[in-house]
Each structure stands twice: as C-alpha cells, then as structure tokens.
T-cell receptor, first 117, second 113 residues
Framework: DAGVTQSPTHLIKTRGQQVTLRCSPKSGHDTVSWYQQALGQGPQFIFQYYEEEERQRGNFPDRFSGHQFPNYSSELNVNALLLGDSALYLC????????????????FGPGTRLTVL | AQSVTQLDSQVPVFEEAPVELRCNYSSSVSVYLFWYVQYPNQGLQLLLKYLSGSTLVKGINGFEAEFNKSQTSFHLRKPSVHISDTAEYFCAVSEKGADGLTFGKGTHLIIQP
C-alpha cells in the first residue's frame, strides 16, 4: 500500500510565477490537508479538502488555492510567488471525521521543497 | 485561536539517558494533542496522540506523554534514548471537530554518544 505521495520533490521558481504541487492520498483516504513548513519552523495549516470542496482554511492569502479531484488526489496552487513562499509543502491525508472515530490520523507525505528566487 | 509552545528549540542528551521534550498549548475549547517526529528529508510520523481517557499515553519507539489539563501541557518522555532518536519533534493540537493541526516550532533532539 503506497502511502501519501507528492510531486515534484523539488521545485525552483522565480518571484511572480505560479506553481502547482500535487498530492495523492493514502489508499482509502478521502480528505487531504496541506501544510507549509518554512525552514526551522513547524508546519502551518493551509487548507483541507473533502468531497472536492475546501472545508477548512488556515491564515493564508487567496494566492493559495487548491483543488480536489474525484479520485481524492489534490493540487495546491500558489500565484504571484514571493520569496517568503520558499518552504517545504506537506500534504496529509485522512479519513473524514466520523468515518473512523472521533479523530482520524493524518498521514503525511515526504513534501515538495519549493525555492523561490 | 489555539497555539502551541515548545519550550526548547534544541535538547542535547547522551545515549541511553532519559529525555523530556516540553510542550504547552493554549485553546479556548477542548483539544486533541499529538506528537510527531520528522527525520531528515522525510515527512511527519505520528508518535502518539491524546484524545480522551487516561492522561498517560504510550506511543511508538518507547515514547510516552502525559496530558496535564491544569498546566495545559503535554510533555514527551523516553526513559532511554538511542542514536536513532535523533530527529525533529513537533507537538500539535487540534480542536475537536476540526481537523487542521496547529504545530509548535519543533524541538531538535540531539543524541550524543
């Protein structure tokens, strides 16, 4: 059983460009969450997708958007890149609340390291 | 809003010695509490979680943590560390009913031979 996979592994962009990161959830999972982890910091919650809709969002600007496909895979899009967007972007998948109990563990992928020059 | 404070950015400890990594949280509602480990160039792996019930929870790799509601703490402990425990450790909280995790800044556990 493949766990959470993310692509690409590394990415280099310049300021003002747009980027798309991809995530395939663990088999059987229907919920995908995205986190940004700046160097030396803990991950910060960006948003969560369930049933192809954004269900919850952290404190990130509208430049950050996402999508979830019918097969539960997900994309994270960042527009108008800033130097401060350089970070490791983590995807986590889980079962929706209620499907497996009061809380369902989030399984994390290895991340995509984005460098903005 | 909830927040997590990990009081130590780095903790050096000798191999086979005990270790405690400290975590305090703040929230206006009940929360779930977690400890994750991140090895170099890898994603996060769940060590243990507190949802309800016994305040002492045991996790993988010999780690355990104790939830203290009055002190709003969830400290991680291991009685005897190994070189392979060298990693970054993150404490996290989630408000019940919401899945987004709020993480602390992490504690780098350094095991000295």
């Amino acid at each position: 059983d493949a766990g959470v996979t993310q692509s690409p592994t590394h990415l280099i962009k310049t300021r003002g460009q747009q980027v798309t990161l991809r995530c395939s959830p663990k088999s059987g999972h229907d919920t995908v969450s995205w986190y940004q982890q700046a160097l030396g910091q803990g991950p910060q919650f960006i948003f969560q997708y369930y049933e192809e809709e954004e269900r919850q969002r952290g404190n990130f600007p509208d430049r950050f958007s996402g999508h979830q496909f019918p097969n539960y895979s997900s994309e994270l899009n960042v527009n108008a890149l800033l130097l401060g967007d350089s970070a490791l972007y983590l995807c986590a998948s889980s079962l929706s609340l209620g499907a497996g109990g009061p809380y369902n563990e989030q399984f994390f992928g290895p991340g995509t390291r984005l460098t903005v020059l | 809003a909830q927040s997590v404070t990990q009081l130590d950015s780095q903790v050096p400890v000798f191999e086979e010695a005990p270790v405690e990594l400290r975590c305090n949280y703040s929230s206006s509602v009940s929360v779930y509490l977690f400890w994750y480990v991140q090895y170099p160039n890898q994603g996060l792996q769940l060590l243990l979680k507190y949802l309800s019930g016994s305040t002492l929870v045991k996790g993988i790799n010999g780690f355990e943590a104790e939830f203290n509601k009055s002190q709003t703490s969830f400290h991680l402990r291991k009685p005897s560390v190994h070189i392979s425990d060298t990693a970054e450790y993150f404490c996290a909280v989630s408000e019940k009913g919401a899945d987004g995790l709020t993480f602390g800044k992490g504690t780098h556990l350094i095991i000295q031979p």
